[in-house]
């Protein structure tokens, strides 16, 4: 057996409208390649939306065409997107 190590194409995306949930995140993000997970972070405690969540994709392609788009724009809101912190 070989040793296979995955890598992970995680971002973070910041400064998310309350209004958008893990489909909406999910759906943006897809037009760069496949989203294989979107979530949300919600406060506990209200339910309400942090304002960030993480998207992963599946392929190093898709997260590079996400990480080289300059703008992210969704529901009026520019995003904040870079790299997760892999911790």
């Not at 897809?30 to 939306?49: C, E, L, P, R, T």
């Amino acid at each position: 057996m070989s040793n296979f190590i995955r890598h992970t194409y995680k971002l973070f995306v910041g400064n998310l409208p309350w209004t958008v949930g893990q489909k909406e995140l999910q759906t943006y993000f897809s037009k760069f390649g496949h989203v294989s997970s979107a979530a949300i972070v919600y406060d506990k405690q209200q339910g309400f939306s942090k304002g960030y969540g993480f998207v992963t994709f599946s392929a190093s392609d898709a997260y590079n065409s996400a990480c080289n788009q300059n703008v992210h724009f969704l529901e009026g809101r520019v995003l904040s997107v870079k790299e997760a912190n892999n911790n």
